[in-house]
């Protein structure tokens, strides 16, 4: 009895030979992904094959498509077991309270600057690395090689050279760093580690080796910036849109808490000098979360702690009020890409900048 093939997963009607390349071309479907998300919410679906391309989009959380090899579960146990623990975050908690205005910095390198920096705010080096970053997560998925692998020496758009150039800034920036700790370790000049870099460098296997490579740790450095970078932020400027539009949320209120406009931390410890843990998980998505089941995203702890302490200091160091003209912030997503349209965020992005922490943009403030 012959076999039948398991039906492919639903998708848009393919061309003969050619499956759907031509809707991947087509300018009317730019972005891309907002033409595949369109597209799986008219056929109802969770996941869709769009023939002939490199693409299987998933939306539901009960269902993971990740690239299962060998390398992939070793990083992926080096990063659980050495930086997303919760004894590690603990570990670090004296570093986000110290540098709350130079977060990301401090906790993967353990300094303040990339430069000389400055009193005012954020030196060119940071503008500059800041920048990179969100050049490259500006341009995910939005490549027609993203798509189709065998056009990516092309390079149609232009993206490639621009991605390119962006990385080699960041490398600039992290290699040296990462090249003279290792050293440093090598040498004995280091004797307790002071961030996650040192927790990279350190993580060892049971032969008592180290697991990963210089080459390794260089790129999951890049990596955890991406996500430390990314996801607090978006996060960040949802809530900040949404405080705006109801103004009264932002007046802390002086019969609740003493001294209201200060950044206290502390003011959330017990009195045994424990602290309450923040966990931005729950199961049904209610709120902005670190999505759930299977695609649930196991650095949730430490991305809570960089959302609820960015979002603290963006309130409590400003004054908020909405652009001139601008009756109301229009909450619906940008279309290449998932933040609010620029001209909403008006409000947020040079704060962010001063925060030296965040993407630079313009805003309002008094």
Not at 114 to 127: A, K, L, M, S
Not at 179 to 194: A, C, I, S, Y
Not at 312 to 318: D, E, K, T, V
Request: glycine share 4%; net charge neutral; aromatic share 8%.
């Amino acid at each position: 009895m012959k076999k039948q093939k398991p039906a492919l997963s639903p998708g848009p009607t393919p061309w003969p030979v050619i499956g759907n390349i031509p809707e991947i071309f087509s300018r009317k479907n730019k972005p891309t992904f907002r033409w595949i998300h369109g597209l799986m919410k008219e056929l109802n679906t969770d996941i869709a094959c769009i023939a002939n391309t490199h693409v299987i989009s998933v939306t539901s959380p009960e269902i993971a498509v990740v690239p299962f090899g060998d390398q992939w579960k070793k990083m992926r146990r080096v990063v659980a077991s050495e930086i997303v623990t919760l004894a590690g975050l603990r570990w670090l908690l004296a570093k986000r309270s110290e540098e709350a205005d130079n977060l990301v910095r401090k906790t993967m390198f353990n300094r303040r600057n990339f430069g000389e920096g400055r009193t005012d705010g954020p030196g060119r080096e940071e503008v500059e690395h800041v920048e990179s970053l969100f050049t490259v997560l500006n341009h995910l998925y939005s490549a027609l090689s993203d798509y189709i692998p065998w056009l990516r020496p092309l390079d149609l758009e232009g993206h490639e050279k621009i991605v390119s150039e962006a990385m080699r800034i960041i490398s600039g920036y992290h290699d040296p760093i990462v090249d003279e700790r290792v050293k440093e370790w090598k040498d004995g000049k280091r004797k307790e580690p002071e961030d996650l870099l040192a927790a990279l460098i350190l993580a060892k296997n049971v032969q008592g080796k180290p697991v990963l490579s210089i080459e390794e740790i260089k790129a999951q450095c890049t990596e955890i910036l991406f996500a430390t970078v990314d996801n607090p932020v978006n996060a960040a400027e949802w809530a900040m849109a949404e405080m705006l539009n109801r103004p009264g949320i932002l007046r802390w209120n002086p019969k609740v808490w003493d001294e209201p406009l200060v950044f206290q931390p502390e003011r959330h410890f017990k009195h045994d000098g424990s602290y309450e843990e923040i966990d931005l998980t729950e199961s049904e998505l209610k709120f902005i979360s670190f999505s759930t089941w299977r695609r649930a995203c196991m650095g949730v702890a430490l991305g809570s702690a960089m959302t609820v302490m960015l979002l603290a200091r963006l309130i409590q160091g400003f004054s908020w009020r909405l652009p001139p003209n601008v009756a109301e912030i229009d909450l619906s997503e940008s279309k290449n890409d998932l933040f609010l349209p620029n001209l909403c965020m008006q409000c947020l992005h040079l704060a962010c900048l001063q925060m030296n922490c965040i993407r630079p943009i313009n805003y309002h403030y008094h």
